[in-house]
């Protein structure tokens, strides 16, 4: 019978299902207003021009302390990654260590 | 006003141009059809517009030649001259109008005071009003001129008007003259010039009520008072409403600017506690990965 570590489990799990979950919902919210920016009315042009003038008055020095914690913290969850696969590689080496038959490790 | 030739050399000779027209002269504004085609009221409403009296022409021919000969003697006229008279008669105008609209203006104005309007002035309206004017003329001799062309009947009528504008604004007091200003330039697309028809409040000003009425009688010069001064009113209170709805743009653009930058730190605020919630759970998983194969294992 399988062992199941049920904590593996469940973060395994939720993190593929938030992640597919999140993924959809941001690419269809992004397509529709893709969909309805790139229409040809004249209030849309218009609007889409105001986003524009918008997106480029935005003074980003102002939100600059959280992108940059927003980009450590983002550093940090990859080296976690990484640490996790280091750990799993290594839990891998030493149940094959301890599968070796007595007589060769007497050797 | 038989006396000007068609030729337009001889045009260019004319009296009152010392700067003429650079180029060749050409009409600046045509019918949208040809003058010979127009129904007889739009050819004399266009006759009048240029100053002829269509009464004194027997035959159509000979009224399409007058009015040909009427826009040939306008584009030969001083662009200058011209606007010294509007600037004498105080007419609303705006400074970039073609000559023929200058004319038509020019061809409204009723007064006989010529008081501080130049010899060059004098010859243009000469002109305008059919007075035989050779161009050499000193100003007394073009006055003399002006005034015996109006005739017997019509200077009564005016003294008239006169002294009734005289006693109208004795009654409700005159305020005087202000300097006069010229309209805003007409825009280029703007068919005949707009900019005449509509009243600033610097138009209002630009007459007198006893002008108003020497030009156009009782009723009709407090009409035009009345009306010029509604213009004006209407004028200022547009413009109070376009500064009050540029204003309230103005605030809904800001309102929008500080919306952007809210959302904006709120979705990052949400990123930032997603990414501290990611980076906890997966130390915390990776402590329990760690105490599994060192600690468990035994």
């Not at chain 2, 059919?130 to 109006?150: A, Y």
Request: glycine share 6%; with cysteine; net charge positive.
């Amino acid at each position: 019978m399988p062992q199941i570590d049920f904590f593996n489990f469940f973060r395994i799990g939720l993190a593929w299902v938030v992640t597919i979950y999140a993924t959809i919902i941001t690419l269809q919210s992004l397509w529709g207003w893709y969909v309805w920016l790139a229409g040809s009315d004249k209030y849309v042009t218009m609007l889409r021009r105001y986003l524009i003038l918008h997106s480029l008055r935005l003074r980003f020095w102002k939100l600059g302390l959280d992108v940059l914690i927003c980009v450590l913290l983002t550093v940090t969850f990859g080296i976690l990654w990484h640490a996790h696969h280091v750990i799993d590689d290594l839990k891998f080496r030493v149940q094959a260590a301890s599968n070796v038959p007595a007589n060769l490790k007497s050797r | 006003m038989s006396q000007q030739t068609s030729n337009p050399a001889d045009v260019k000779l004319l009296p009152g141009g010392d700067t003429p027209a650079a180029g060749p002269i050409t009409p600046s504004a045509q019918p949208s059809k040809q003058l010979p085609e127009l129904p007889k009221d739009e050819l004399e409403l266009f006759a009048e517009e240029f100053g002829l009296d269509p009464t004194d022409y027997k035959t159509r021919q000979s009224l399409v030649a007058a009015i040909h000969e009427r826009r040939q003697t306008i584009a030969a006229m001083d662009r200058e001259a011209m606007l010294d008279v509007v600037r004498w008669a105080r007419r609303p105008v705006a400074v970039n109008l073609t000559k023929e609209q200058l004319a038509k203006e020019i061809a409204r104005i009723r007064l006989m005071r010529f008081d501080g309007l130049s010899q060059r002035g004098l010859i243009v309206l000469g002109k305008m009003r059919g007075v035989k004017i050779q161009g050499d003329e000193q100003t007394p001799i073009l006055v003399r001129k002006l005034k015996k062309q109006e005739g017997l009947f019509k200077r009564l009528n005016r003294k008239r008007r006169s002294w009734l504008g005289g006693m109208v604004a004795n009654m409700i007091g005159e305020e005087p003259k202000s300097e006069y200003r010229f309209l805003p330039p007409a825009e280029a697309g703007s068919p005949g010039g707009q900019s005449t028809q509509t009243a600033t409040p610097v138009s209002a000003e630009n007459a007198t009520i006893r002008d108003d009425i020497e030009e156009s009688g009782l009723i009709g010069g407090i009409a035009n008072r009345v009306k010029k001064t509604a213009d004006s009113y209407l004028n200022q209170k547009l413009d109070e409403i376009e500064a009050r709805i540029d204003r309230k743009l103005d605030e809904i653009d800001q309102r929008l600017a500080e919306w952007r930058d809210k959302e904006i730190a709120n979705r990052i605020k949400i990123l930032k506690i997603t990414l501290w919630v990611s980076v906890i759970v997966g130390a915390f998983s990776l402590i329990y990965s760690y105490v599994q194969v060192y600690f468990w294992r035994k």
